[in-house]
């Protein structure tokens, strides 16, 4: 009787890795039978068997198969540990099994085999396997179960003597002690030029010494008619079995097709189980077999075997790096949010963004965090103050040793988010803010610009922490001037405020320094109302009538520090990202629109103004449009940078009154006062004119009352 070796399944690393992240990023929650593919390797050594091989390339998308054999299979990942060790296994053999047995009817045109959809398909059709798999992704462990279906015929196929032996014959032979020497070379070279070029597992090959064989050794590949097997032929296979009187069960189900096209008309079929030594088939190793098929063919859908006794499990936390492993977990909490959360959110929009955070102080540490948290990769930090012993219990990026040490904050919060999520590229920048007002040192602020501008320029977003009003002033005038996602954060006592600022940017971001012109992208208004588009919106500055100015310069001790609420601080800031995190799961930041549009309803827009008040427990959403005036934003500001960076901003360091003129609030003012003079004046005209209305009546009534008889 023919012994068969089970053949087993041998997974790579690389095939962990990729199912892990399209589990991850693609199928999700779906627990459907995904295609994949093993690759084949005939047995090389005489002390192991080789396994099937799954890597990266098994997964059809992944590139070509690099000219390996290779055999088709399914792969079903499961949500749970439960649901992998409770599936029906029974079912799933069963299943896998009927296949293939629908796949060896059709080779005859079964008349039971109609309604079968399969087509004709070679042999290695015929050898499939099945993968059930259970992805730990938390922790990098994977349990899974292989199972190679194999039908079992009505009565075992058996090995024969060689023909010219007779009954006598040894039934396990080789290439070499059947065909000699220099024959079996002959096919072991023609095998080894196919094997370069066969994507299959089976061909065929041609035996010298046969009648209807040809004089030179010939090999078929069996992809294009794997019904037809040419007399003088015999049935080969890449044989990954090393048992001498063994071969791999890989040729059961092949065998049986056979016996089923045949039937009991061929008595005896050649099989040619090939094996390698040092990289090239070997006639010692390989084995040449007769194998009887006839009353193989069961009457009924044949039974199957398959699974693996026990399932396995692996770990791969031990083989990755601790940084690797950190930024794969971060991907893991944010990548189940779209299992069924949201399952729209364009994670890699957020993860590419380059954050710059104005202010390193309670707002930007909480702000920081959560960037990282969302998964950004890349923050830096700005700020020119150092660390006192205040802040460590309110800003979170900042430990006891940081005040002791005197360092500076940007520098503490770039280290301490290293340390959080090694994966983030922090920066810290010790720099100062030139601030409308604050003429101490002019120079200084001045060798800022250039500084300050190409950080805002790299950038794709920026958040104005700032303590101060004045400070945000510069950042929001070069934010309008490249286009860049600028969000604002204040806190007061038990208040803060968290907003965004328009989307109006210029039509030429790159080449500042020429003519510019500014462009407005409004949504289309099929989508929502024109008057609610996002780069409609104001900037922190649009409400005022009034430049910012110093408001740092001689404050009592209680206005030195941010005397607020501990929470105000950490619930702003989480607003901030989520903000931040709304706008860039557009396709373009602030101006594209939100998903689709359902059942006719107008597509939500994210919140311009959040204000809220601790003492009160309640938040207000609020809409402010732009103002043509704006001391910041406005295009006469903005312009006026762009002629003279240096000079305009040394004026409105000296006088922040600079602004209100170029704003034209100034104008607007001396406008106003104009028309309140003009109706004072009309005031004091018609009260004149009344009075002596007044006067004129009295004196007619007294002349009247004067004539009058008595």
């Not at 099994?97 to 080779?107: K, N």
């Not at 070679?122 to 730990?136: H, K, N, Q, T």
């Not at 689709?596 to 809409?623: C, K, Q, S, W, Y």
Request: with cysteine.
């Amino acid at each position: 009787m023919l012994r068969f070796l089970p053949l087993r399944g041998c997974v790579d690393a690389t095939f962990w890795t990729c199912l892990g992240q399209r589990k991850l990023n693609e199928w999700r929650t779906s627990e459907e039978r995904i295609p994949v593919r093993g690759f084949l390797e005939a047995s090389n050594y005489e002390s192991v068997s080789n396994d099937l091989l799954l890597d990266d390339a098994s997964f059809f998308d992944r590139g070509d198969d690099n000219g390996r054999a290779s055999i088709s299979g399914t792969v079903t990942v499961f949500n749970s540990m439960r649901g992998f060790m409770e599936s029906n296994k029974n079912e799933i053999l069963y299943e896998a099994s009927s296949e293939i047995w629908d796949a060896i009817r059709c080779h005859t045109g079964d008349r039971d085999a109609a309604k079968v959809t399969t087509t004709t398909r070679p042999p290695a059709r015929l050898c499939s396997f099945v993968l059930l798999v259970y992805a730990d992704l938390k922790h990098f462990v994977f349990h899974y179960m292989f199972a190679f279906p194999a039908l079992l015929p009505e009565r075992p196929f058996r090995a024969l003597p060689p023909p010219n032996e007779g009954n006598c014959g040894r039934c396990w032979t080789t290439c070499l002690q059947r065909l000699g020497v220099e024959e079996s070379r002959r096919v072991m070279n023609a095998c080894d030029a196919f094997d370069g070029r066969a994507t299959s597992p089976f061909w065929a090959v041609s035996l010298p010494g046969s009648e209807t064989c040809p004089a030179s050794c010939t090999v078929l590949s069996l992809e294009v008619k794997p019904d037809l097997l040419p007399p003088g032929f015999a049935l080969a296979f890449l044989d990954p079995c090393n048992i001498p009187e063994a071969t791999s069960s890989l040729v059961r189900n092949v065998l049986l097709c056979a016996a089923h096209i045949w039937g009991d008309a061929v008595s005896r079929l050649d099989v040619l189980c090939a094996r390698k030594r040092g990289g090239r088939f070997c006639p010692e190793r390989s084995l040449l077999l007769s194998v009887d098929i006839t009353q193989a063919v069961p009457s009924n859908s044949p039974k199957a075997v398959g699974w693996e006794s026990q399932p396995r499990k692996i770990d791969l936390s031990f083989m990755t790096d601790p940084r690797v492993l950190a930024e794969q977990a971060v991907d893991l909490n944010l990548g189940l949010m779209r299992w069924r959360a949201a399952p729209d959110t364009p994670l890699n929009n957020i993860a590419v963004a380059k954050c710059l955070i104005f202010g390193a102080g309670t707002l930007g540490c909480t702000v920081a965090r959560s960037l990282v948290a969302w998964g950004v990769r890349r923050v830096t930090l700005v700020d020119h103050g150092k660390v006192s012993y205040s802040n460590p219990v309110r800003q979170s990026l900042y430990e006891f040793a940081d005040c002791h040490e005197s360092r500076f904050k940007a520098v503490a919060a770039a280290d301490a988010l290293r340390r959080v999520f090694p994966g983030v590229d922090a920066r810290g920048v010790v720099s100062s803010l030139p601030m409308p007002g604050h003429s101490v040192d002019v120079s200084s602020d001045i060798r800022e610009i250039a500084r300050v501008e190409e950080l805002v320029r790299d950038h794709d977003a920026v958040f104005l922490l700032t303590d101060s009003r004045e400070a945000r002033w510069f950042p929001t005038v070069l934010a309008e001037l490249f286009g860049k996602v600028a969000i604002t954060s204040a806190v007061g006592f038990d208040s803060y405020l968290v907003m965004h600022h328009g989307g109006r940017v210029f039509a030429d971001r790159n080449n500042v320094g020429k003519e510019h012109a500014l462009t407005a992208r409004s949504l289309p208004s099929s989508s929502f109302r024109r008057s609610e588009t996002l780069a409609q919106r104001g900037c922190y500055f649009c409400n005022d009538i009034v430049a910012p100015v110093d408001s740092t310069t001689d404050r009592e001790l209680h206005e030195q520090c941010t005397v607020s609420k501990p929470g105000a601080s950490t619930v702003a800031g989480a607003l901030c990202a989520e903000l931040f995190a709304e706008l860039f799961e557009r396709d373009r930041g602030v101006h594209g629109p939100r998903q689709t549009v359902e059942d006719g309803a107008l597509p939500l827009l994210p919140p311009h103004m959040i204000r809220g008040n601790l003492g009160a427990f309640n938040m207000t959403r609020m809409e402010a449009t732009r103002s043509s005036m704006c001391t910041a934003c406005s295009s006469g500001i903005v312009s006026s940078y762009i002629e003279d960076r240096e000079g305009f901003v040394a004026r409105t360091l000296r006088d922040p009154r600079v602004l209100e003129d170029v704003a034209g609030i100034t104008a607007m003012k001396e406008r106003t006062t104009r028309c309140l003079e003009e109706a004072d004046c009309f005031e004091d005209a018609d009260r004149s004119e009344d009075a002596d209305r007044f006067e004129d009546a009295d004196c007619s009534e007294n002349n009247r009352s004067l004539r009058s008889p008595l």
